[in-house]
C-alpha cells in the first residue's frame, strides 16, 4: 500500500507541477512558440482532416488562438499546393485527439501527464529493479520530476517527455526477465523514437543493440533473429513512409530552412566537432543552458556513473551507453546547443536513467541521501521561482527565462560558464567545470565498493 500510494504522489507532483507551467507564456507575442505550433497544427490537421497537410490550417490562421503574432511557417510548399510540417508526426498523432477534444491547453495536460508517467516509471524501476527504500526513492524521483529539464517538457508541446517515456519504459522491461512483455515493450520503443524525432535514432540503436544480445544469450539465435526481422521491417516502413510524405528520409527534406541547402545539414554545414566538445561540460555547467544550474542534483550524475562503472551491478552497461549516447548525440551531432527553446531540450529523453543511477549511488548511504535531497530540493525552488515569475509576465519560457529572480540559479549563473559569451573568464570557468566532472567521475569510481552494492 505505501508504494502505490507513493506511485500516485510521485505522479502528482511530476504531473501538477508541469501543469502549473502551462500559462507562461512562450515569448512576449504568443503562448507557444518555434517547433510548439508546427506540432499542434499537425494535430489539429490530423484530427479534423486525417492528413500531414497542414496548409489550410495555416491559410485560416488557426494559429491564432495560441501564436498571436505571424507564424514561421518553417514549411515548404510543395507542387500540389500542400504543405507538411519537418518534424516526424508521431508526437502530432499522439496530441490530435487531445487538441481536437480540448484545444492547445489540453495538449499540455496531456504532455504534463506522461511526465507524472515517467516519474512513476522511475519509481517503480527504483523500488522493484534497484531495491531502492520506498519513501527516500519517491522523494528524490518528486525532486527531479518537479525540477527543470523534466518539469517543463512536460508542457513545452516538444517530443521530448514522450521519448523520455519510450527510454525509461524500454529500460523497465530490458532490466527485467527476457519475456515477451519485455520484446513487445523493447521493440515498441525502438519503433517509436524515430517516428518521434530522427534525432533519437542512435539511442533506439542502443535498446535494439541491448535488446539483441539478451534475447540471443537468453531465449536463442531463433528469437534474436525474429527480433532482428520486425526491426527491419519497421525501418523499412519507416524509410518508405518518409520518402513517401517528405521527398526524403527525414522530415527535414519538406523544411524551408532547408530547401537549398539539403535536409542533412540539419546538423551544420561547416561541422566543427572539436567546437563543439565544449558542450560536454556545457550541457551539464553551462550558466543559461545547462541543466546543473536549474536543478543542482544533475551534477551528481558524473559521482553516480563512475560508481556504476567501478561496480557493474546488473545492467550497468544499459544505463552508460543509454546517457553516454545521448549526451554524445547532443554535444557532436545537435545543431547548437542554446536554441530558441528552454534548457536541456537536447538530453531529455536519457536523464530518467540518469536520475536512476543518481538514485542507485545515493543508495549506499544516508549521508548521500540527504545531499541529493537538499540539491534536488534547490532546483524544485528554483522551477516554483520560474513558474511564479512567468505568471507574474516578469519573463518567459524561451525569451527571457534567464533573468528570473530565483536565488538558486542567480548564485549558480555566476560561477558557471557562459557559452553564449565567450570571454577568458569562459575557458577559465570551463576548464574549471570540466576538471571537477572529471574528478567528479574519478571520486565515484574510487568510493565505490563493490561488495555492498552488486
Known amino acids: ?60 490562421e488557426r494559429f491564432r488562438p495560441f501564436h498571436e503574432i505571424s507564424l514561421n ?71 527531479f520530476g518537479a525540477a527543470a529539464p523534466l518539469v517543463i517538457y512536460g508542457h513545452q508541446v516538444y517530443p521530448e517527455i514522450v521519448a523520455a517515456a519510450c527510454v525509461t519504459l524500454a529500460f523497465a522491461a530490458l532490466t527485467g526477465p527476457m519475456t515477451r512483455w519485455t520484446i513487445v515493450t523493447s521493440v515498441a520503443a525502438i519503433v517509436a523514437l524515430p ?47 518518409h520518402l513517401a510524405w517528405y521527398g526524403g528520409l527525414t522530415p527535414y527534406a519538406v523544411g524551408d530552412h532547408f530547401a537549398s541547402t539539403g535536409e542533412f545539414t540539419v546538423v551544420g554545414t561547416n561541422v566543427d566537432l572539436i567546437g563543439r566538445s565544449r558542450r560536454l561540460v556545457g550541457l551539464m555547467f553551462d550558466n543559461t543552458f545547462g541543466i546543473a544550474v536549474w536543478q543542482p542534483a544533475y551534477a551528481l550524475v558524473p559521482v553516480a556513473l563512475g560508481a556504476l562503472w567501478k561496480v557493474r551491478p546488473d545492467h550497468w552497461n544499459l544505463s552508460l551507453a543509454l546517457v553516454a549516447t545521448g549526451w554524445l548525440n547532443a554535444t557532436f551531432v545537435a545543431l547548437t546547443m542554446q536554441g530558441w527553446w528552454s534548457p536541456g531540450r537536447q538530453v531529455v529523453l536519457v536523464l530518467p536513467v540518469a536520475v536512476l543511477a543518481v538514485i542507485w549511488w545515493m543508495n549506499e548511504s544516508r549521508a548521500r541521501f540527504l545531499v541529493t535531497a537538499l540539491l534536488g530540493s534547490l532546483g524544485v525552488i528554483t522551477y516554483a521561482w520560474l513558474v511564479r515569475d512567468g505568471l507574474s509576465g516578469r519573463i518567459t519560457w524561451v525569451v527571457d527565462f534567464f533573468e528570473t529572480r530565483a536565488f538558486t540559479y542567480r548564485v549558480l549563473s555566476q560561477v558557471t560558464p557562459d557559452y553564449l559569451n565567450v570571454t577568458t573568464s569562459t575557458w577559465v570557468l570551463h576548464g574549471l567545470w570540466g576538471s571537477l566532472a572529471v574528478g567528479a567521475l574519478g571520486w565515484g569510481y574510487r568510493k565505490a565498493r563493490p561488495s555492498s552494492r552488486r
Not at 504522489?9 to 507541477?17: C, I, N, R
Not at 502530432?92 to 495536460?109: C, D, I, S, T
Not at 539511442?203 to 534474436?224: D, M, P, Y
Open 1 to 60: 500500500m505505501r508504494f502505490r500510494m507513493a506511485m500516485v504522489g510521485v505522479f502528482l507532483v511530476a504531473g501538477v507541477a508541469s501543469a502549473a507551467g502551462i500559462d507562461v507564456r512562450a515569448t512576449r507575442g504568443a503562448k507557444v512558440t518555434a517547433d510548439e505550433p508546427q506540432y499542434l497544427l499537425t494535430a489539429i490537421s490530423l484530427w479534423e482532416d486525417q492528413s500531414l497537410d497542414i496548409s489550410d490550417e495555416i491559410a485560416e
Open 73 to 143: 511557417r518553417q514549411t515548404q510548399p510543395q507542387p500540389d499546393g500542400s504543405e507538411i510540417s519537418p518534424h516526424d508526426p508521431l508526437l502530432g498523432l499522439l496530441l490530435a485527439a487531445p487538441v481536437g477534444l480540448g484545444g492547445w491547453e489540453a495538449a499540455k495536460w496531456f504532455l504534463a501527464t506522461i511526465n507524472g508517467l515517467v516519474a512513476v516509471m522511475m519509481l517503480w524501476i527504483a523500488v522493484r529493479r534497484m531495491d531502492s527504500p520506498v519513501l527516500p526513492a519517491a522523494l528524490v524521483v518528486s525532486l
Open 195 to 241: 517516428w518521434l524525432s530522427i534525432k533519437y535514432t542512435p539511442v533506439a540503436c542502443v535498446i535494439a543493440a541491448v535488446l539483441l544480445s539478451r534475447a540471443n544469450r537468453v531465449k536463442g539465435a531463433r528469437t534474436a533473429w525474429a527480433i532482428l526481422g520486425c526491426l527491419v521491417v519497421a525501418g523499412a516502413a519507416f524509410v518508405a513512409a
